[in-house]
């Protein structure tokens, strides 16, 4: 695969606010990323029981809300037409699950990303149950995870897609399903600034946990003295192992640097990406779990999650 064939065909499902539209606008800096084709999908989420409660025309009301947003998505695709993308628009679907539909969607049209738009919210909010966290979870395909400015200029979402992988954030677990993401960091690396950051947080923990499976000794009875031993032979695999890795981006000509921490994974890499001015985490889903829901949750920077 050529660094520009990454993402050729993604998926936009919109929602038609002012974000959406404004984020649609943006979406002209995919072209050097290699995207050609967008799909665009509406799901209208309704509440059929709230309806007829309310004594509507539920059959009405609905084929009401279709046509409105087959217009809207015509528009939307104009607008896309004329940047030169080739665009596919699926029929607008009323259902009560919009991640079910989304993920479906990107199954049937074979897409290579999913964009979605979420709010973001401090560490005291809360998104579980979001549709950007279900589609997270669900989806077989990568998703771009970008959160929506309410406030920012028209030019912002412009902006953060032009520099997506300027300086990229490669959360790493020593495990192999971080490792399987190494050549899609690369890729994108190639096609932006050519910087990465891999990160490798050593939680104190799960590493005593391990020592004490291995011992088959009980947790409170494990010495401090060998917990900075078991700390200290961590920290120093880590470092080896992550150092090879970096010569294979070295080699292509990326400059990365490895951050080594002690703490909780998901809050490191999230502090890592805002110290680091990070344009994007790019995370695996498996080995990572379930730090990249709270990545995911709380990072202000775009996330792209692999499956």
């Known amino acids: 695969m050529r660094c520009d064939e990454m993402f050729r065909r ?26 050609d084709e967008v799909v665009l999908a509406n799901i209208i989420e309704h509440d059929v029981v709230a309806l007829i409660e309310g004594g509507v025309d539920v059959d009405e009301f609905i084929q009401k809300l279709k046509k409105e947003a087959e217009k809207k998505l ?64 669900e989806a077989k395909k990568p998703v771009l995870v970008l959160k929506t400015k309410p406030d920012a200029g028209e030019g912002y979402y412009e902006m953060v897609f032009r520099r997506l992988f300027d300086r990229i954030i490669y959360p790493h677990d020593l495990s192999d399903t971080s490792q399987k993401i190494e050549d899609f960091v ?26 004490v499976e291995r011992e088959e000794v009980m947790h409170p009875l494990v010495p401090i003295s060998n917990l900075t031993e078991m700390l200290s032979k961590h920290w120093m695999e880590a470092q080896t192992y992550l150092s090879n890795i970096k ?22 890499i999230i502090k890592i990406a805002n110290e680091e001015g990070a344009s994007v985490v790019m995370i695996s889903s498996k080995g990572l779990t379930p730090n990249v829901d709270f990545v995911v949750r709380y990072s202000e920077q775009p996330v792209i999650v692999f499956h």
Request: hydrophobic fraction near 40%; charged fraction near 30%.
């Open 74 to 137: 015509s528009q939307s695709a104009s607008v896309l037409n004329r940047e030169g993308f080739k665009v596919k628009l699926t029929p607008p679907i009323p259902s009560a699950n919009p991640v079910d539909e989304i993920v479906k969607i990107a199954r049937e049209e074979s897409v290579s990303l999913i964009l979605l738009g979420s709010r973001s919210r401090g560490f005291k909010g809360s998104l579980m149950g979001s549709v950007s966290e279900g589609v997270v979870r």
């Open 186 to 211: 690369k890729k994108a690396s190639l096609l932006g600034g050519k910087e990465v950051i891999i990160v490798h947080v050593i939680a104190a923990d799960e590493i005593i946990e391990r020592e």
């Open 247 to 268: 010569k294979n981006f070295d080699i292509a000509g990326i400059k990365t640097r490895v951050n080594l921490r002690v703490g909780s994974p998901h809050k490191e």
């Open 10 to 35: 993604i998926l936009f499902p919109t929602d038609f606010s002012k974000q959406s539209e404004a984020i649609l606008r943006g979406l002209h800096e995919f072209k050097k990323y290699g995207v």
